[in-house]
C-alpha cells in the first residue's frame, strides 16, 4: 500500500466507521497517544521478560501511529507522498549525495 492509498483508505474508512470522527484537537492527542504507545512497546521489547524479543507490538503501534498521522494530513489536504519527497529531498541536500529518484 503506497502513500495515496493508505490516504483514500483512511478517508474511507472515516466514512463507514461506526466512531464519529474525532475533531482535529483531538486527532492531535490521538497522534501523541499512539507515539507514546510505540514508546511503550519499544520499551518493553528492550526489558520485559515477557515481551522481550517480541517486535509484533512495536509494527502495530507503529502502524496506529501511521494511520492517526495520516488522518491529520487528510484533514489539511497534504499529500504524505509529496510530503516524504520534501523531506527526502532537504535530507539529501544536507547530507550532499545524490538521491535514487
Ligand atoms: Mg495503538
Do not use: C
Request: no cysteine; aromatic share 6%.
Amino acid at each position: 500500500m503506497n502513500f495515496e492509498e493508505l490516504q483514500k483508505w483512511v478517508e474511507e474508512d472515516w466514512k463507514h466507521s461506526s466512531e464519529k470522527r474525532p475533531d482535529r484537537h483531538l486527532q492531535l492527542l490521538y497522534l501523541v497517544e499512539e507515539l507514546g504507545e510505540v514508546m511503550e512497546a519499544i520499551r518493553m521489547f528492550q526489558g520485559d521478560k515477557e515481551r522481550k524479543n517480541n517486535k509484533s507490538d512495536i509494527e502495530e503501534e507503529m502502524g496506529d501511529l501511521v494511520i492517526a498521522l495520516t488522518t491529520i494530513a487528510n484533514n489539511y489536504g497534504i499529500s504524505l507522498t509529496r510530503a516524504i519527497r520534501r523531506s527526502r529531498d532537504k535530507i539529501v541536500k544536507r547530507h550532499k549525495y545524490k538521491k535514487q529518484t
